[in-house]
């Protein structure tokens, strides 16, 4: 087992974590810009990390049965948020499993790098790349684009 398997914490301990969690750092929702064990001291600030799924899918990919059977737990996490809420999606798989938990069309919300889609009420699902080692080693995900989808984030928590 690595990383988040390992640790008991999301992108705790493997190569994706870095870029998220030097992100969340960079713009005061982390006390820490790594995140290596759950015991390492980082506290998460009005922000909470969360998986489409709670078990360990092969090939650390979840199918889509395993999403449909997890969707429950997402739905009352979400449900939990604030209303004007800034949820965001690393990668096709977590924006679906957003998009199931609230009961929207698939077609109604396309997937894309950047997108900002507005949900029930104030709510706002913004997608991203995942910042999976493939991602951010092939240039899919730059650095500056991770940051423009917080820079929009940003701007929807706290409109000037």
């Known amino acids: 087992m690595h990383g988040a398997n390992r640790t008991g914490r999301p992108f705790t301990g493997d190569y994706a974590g870095i870029l998220l969690y030097e992100t ?83 077609g109604d919300y396309p997937f894309s790098h950047g997108a900002q889609h507005a949900l029930h009420g104030e709510r706002m699902l913004f997608d991203s790349y995942h910042c999976s080692r493939y991602n951010t080693q092939t240039r899919r995900l730059t650095e500056r684009m991770f940051r423009d989808v917080f820079e929009a984030i940003c701007t929807h928590l706290n409109p000037r």
Do not use: F
């Not at 948020?81 to 698939?106: C, D, E, F, N, W």
């Open 24 to 106: 969340l750092h960079r713009y005061g929702y982390a006390s820490q810009a790594h995140a290596v064990d759950v015991g390492d001291g980082l506290e998460l600030k009005g922000c909470r990390i969360t998986n489409a799924v709670k078990c360990l899918p092969p090939e650390n990919k979840p199918q889509p049965d395993e999403i449909r059977r997890c969707n429950a737990y997402l739905t009352r996490e979400l449900e939990g948020l604030p209303q004007s809420a800034a949820i965001l999606a690393l990668g096709t798989i977590a924006h679906q499993a957003v998009l199931m938990a609230y009961g929207l069309k698939r």
